[in-house]
């Protein structure tokens, strides 16, 4: 069974940044995609970036592109999002996501295990 443990969500102003975290367990951590989701209230599920099994590619969303940045250890079963330049529409819960394959993706369908997810709130 895979655990996801997210951390470093919190309160920042527009213009902060955050570091969340995610540690791993229970599947071979390096040979699979990771990414990261967030949900905004009363909005869907939407991606926010992944990153393939050795690290070598990350994909963004459009919305993202430019001030976050993915990336992984996997010595340590770690996934990470460097979150710059925050707006207030980044508030979200946001959800580290273990996916099925090698390739990064953006289909919530390629991803099979989510963690609890940590709150990010931006204020204005």
């Known amino acids: 069974q895979v655990q996801l443990v997210e951390s470093g969500g919190g309160l920042v102003q527009a213009g902060g940044s955050l570091r969340l975290s995610c540690a791993a367990s229970?599947?071979?951590?390096?040979?699979?995609?990771m990414g990261w989701f967030r949900q905004a209230p009363g909005k869907e599920r939407e991606f926010v970036a992944a990153i393939s099994w050795s690290g070598g590619s990350t994909y963004y969303a459009d919305s993202v592109k430019g001030r976050f940045t993915i990336s992984r250890d996997n010595a340590k079963n770690m996934v990470y999002l460097q979150m710059n330049s925050l707006k207030p529409e980044d508030t979200a819960v946001y959800y580290c996501v273990h996916g099925t394959m090698y390739g990064s993706s953006s289909s919530v369908y390629d991803y099979d295990y989510w963690g609890q997810g940590t709150q990010v709130t931006v204020s204005s």
């Open positions: 229970g599947r071979t951590f390096s040979n699979y995609a």
